[in-house]
């Protein structure tokens, strides 16, 4: 598993950020935490899932995927 952050331009409140881990929950990405406030999303996807398919995702869910990194799977997300 690699651990993503990902900025998301769109996101205006909690309904946001259920519609943007639904979309990633359906490209097989798991533990998912997003937030509208701070314009993010922290997730993990399996090694063969490639995470241009995350981006694709969140852009046909109506939003904008914008700067994304990998992080270590020991950083704590706040």
Known sequence: MNKFKVNIQ???CAGCE???ESALEKIGAKNIESSFRRGEAVFELP???EVESAIKAIDEANYKAREIEEVS???TWR
């Open 73 to 75: 799977s020991l950083e």
């Open 47 to 49: 090694n063969e899932i």
């Open 18 to 20: 259920k519609h943007v």
């Open 10 to 12: 769109g996101m205006t």
